[in-house]
């Protein structure tokens, strides 16, 4: 903390004094990182298999039912008790993670009925197709999130990179790049996915792409106007007549003031994104069939009314994350506030 400037050291006091904020952050990068290790967390795969006097970690690596001494040059059910045989008669043993399942594998041991309800080989039940609720969530959420945060870098990229050049150079550049932000943002962004959904079949970079290409409006207005306010200012001034070039007075002096308010922004496109790509995915226009996706699963919980688990499951996922997100906007809008 001691290599940060004076500012930044108070804005980052602010922030930790708002304790709601300053422990959602860490609460939802604790969720992010296990989203990010679910094949540790939730898989039909051993963590650590002993045979012979061998160790495998067919979590990282694919081996054959041939190198557990089957008869099938392929991939082996790591679950099913012919395998569970094999090892066992080597005097080895398997380690599988806390939820023994993936998010596409189905657990054909139920004894009810799918979706079948919350039991102790499936903490949340299961869905229409017998698959894992948890699991599903699991790796749902890691999509969305990193659906979000990319959405986000993009958005900000071009939304920042537009506002400051109609804030800096104002005149026609301003009139026009402000006359296309009316005609581009009047378009409507849901219709136009679902139409070129027909067309296309939907994948994560399509949609990314063509979410990018619209959700950069955010942006562009609150970095307008502080390049507005802030090209004529006395140190801009000042900088421009020892001769500085555009390109260095934009960057080194008016941005990082600009970037106090963008800041504040940036959790709230996080929530827009995903709650944009979940009414995809309900919708069906989203991630392809079968994808784990946290929209897919509100869907059956539509169509399965006697299976409360998977709507409320759903909702209480997209309640926490979102919260979190708002709470972490809030807390940065109050650090980088300038009347603080």
């Known amino acids: 903390m001691s290599r940060l400037s004076p500012l930044a050291q108070r804005r980052l006091a602010r922030f930790r004094s708002n304790r709601r904020?300053?422990?959602s952050l860490w609460l939802f990068i604790a969720l992010f990182a296990a989203s990010l290790g679910g094949e540790l967390i939730a898989n039909d795969k051993p963590l650590l298999l002993k045979y012979h006097d061998s160790y495998y970690f067919p979590v990282f690596k694919r081996y054959t039912e041939q190198e557990l001494g089957g008869m099938l040059p392929f991939q082996p059910d790591y679950r099913s008790d012919y395998v569970r045989k094999l090892i066992s008669d080597a005097g080895g043993w398997m380690v599988f993670p806390p939820i023994p399942f993936s998010a596409d594998t189905p657990n054909y041991d139920l004894t009810q009925p799918a979706p079948s309800p919350p039991t102790a080989a499936n903490w949340l039940g299961t869905d229409d197709q017998s698959r894992d609720v948890l699991a599903r969530v699991i790796f749902g959420a890691r999509v969305s999130i990193l659906f979000a945060l990319a959405l986000t870098i993009i958005s900000s990229l071009i939304g920042i990179a537009a506002g400051a050049l109609q804030g800096y150079y104002g005149g026609w550049i301003d009139l026009f790049g402000q006359r296309l932000l009316e005609v581009w943002s009047?378009?409507?962004?849901?219709?136009?996915?679902?139409?070129?959904?027909?067309?296309?079949?939907?994948?994560?970079?399509?949609?990314?792409?063509?979410?990018?290409?619209?959700?950069?409006?955010?942006?562009?207005?609150?970095?307008?106007?502080e390049f507005l306010r802030g090209r004529n200012l006395e140190y801009v001034k000042a900088a421009r007549a020892l001769g500085l070039n555009d390109r260095k007075i934009i960057v080194r002096h008016i941005l990082p003031n600009a970037m106090n308010a963008t800041l504040s922004y940036l959790p709230f496109i996080l929530t827009g994104a995903i709650t944009t790509l979940t009414a995809l995915d309900f919708l069906g226009f989203g991630m392809p069939a079968g994808s784990a996706s946290l929209g897919e699963l509100i869907g059956q919980g539509k169509d399965h009314l006697e299976a409360p688990w998977l709507g409320l499951t759903a909702f209480f996922t997209l309640a926490l994350i979102l919260s979190l997100l708002v709470f972490i906007g809030e807390a940065l809008r109050d650090a980088f506030d300038p009347r603080a």
């Open 186 to 225: 009047g378009l409507p962004v849901l219709y136009l996915l679902i139409i070129l959904s027909g067309f296309v079949e939907p994948n994560f970079w399509w949609l990314l792409g063509i979410m990018a290409l619209f959700s950069w409006l955010a942006l562009v207005d609150v970095v307008r106007a």
């Open 21 to 23: 904020g300053w422990w």
